[in-house]
């Protein structure tokens, strides 16, 4: 298999993790199998882009559509959600001395308040990291992320701070929750869906998108060279020629 030399590697990569629902039917197993197996595959793949030296990182965990699932499909994403967290406290020593700073983007408030503590904690634990930036959007929708933005536009221009004409995009960026990172340079999105599904509109105006038929919980390091190796291959050309 060609592979990359990792020359070029972007500096923010977006994964929806799709496909965990699928991979359980195909084995006669519950849904929340696939979310299970899921969840390593996402410790394994956000280790080894954190070990090739990807800076920033994120993962499409829960989107504000997920709500619509079953209850007890929610409870088993949140329950994991919640030992991941609990996982990531235990080991935070690790984390800090590899340089991970874990952020979470998504409306938070709708969370339970254990899930929203741990959050805050973690958030908070490993805000001096810079090496790897590790996010996990979870209740997470595009168009809310900039419509809250926007909201808090039209306060600054009702206070009078602001005049409408003066709103440039780089206020609207500064309202995200991304704010201070750089935008998606690669969307991969396995399991053979073709759409964004409301993951980081704006933050991927530009981005280079990689998809692929294998399911989320089958997702190996190599699919993720490939995705690279393809990424390095793309004429990126913002409107230029
Ligand atoms: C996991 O994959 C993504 C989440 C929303 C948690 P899915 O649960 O969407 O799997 P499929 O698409 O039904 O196979
Ligand atoms: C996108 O997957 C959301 C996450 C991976 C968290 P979905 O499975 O919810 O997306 P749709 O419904 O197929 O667009
Ligand atoms: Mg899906």
Known sequence: MEKSDFSVLPSHIGIIMDGNGRWAKKRGLERSKGHIEGAKTFRKIGEYAGNLGISHISFYAFSTEN????????????????????????????NL?????????GDRAALS???????????????????????????YGGQQEILHSVKKIAQRVRSGELSPDEISLDDISAGLYTSDQPPVDLVIR????????????????????????????????DDLDKALLAYEKRNRRFGGI
Do not use: C, H
């Open 67 to 94: 709500w619509a699932r079953p209850q007890n499909e929610v409870d088993a994403i949140m329950q994991l959600f919640y030992e991941y967290l609990e996982e990531a406290r235990e080991r935070l020593d690790e």
């Open 190 to 221: 396995p399991s053979g869906e073709q759409r964004l599904s409301n993951f980081l509109l704006w933050q991927s105006a530009y981005a280079e998108f990689w998809y692929s038929d294998v399911l989320w919980p089958d997702f190996t390091t």
């Open 113 to 139: 308040p254990e899930l929203q503590y741990m959050m805050d904690y973690i958030e908070d634990a490993t805000k001096e990291m810079s090496k790897v930036n590790l996010n996990i959007a979870v209740n």
């Open 97 to 105: 001395e590899k340089g991970i700073r874990l952020r979470f983007l």
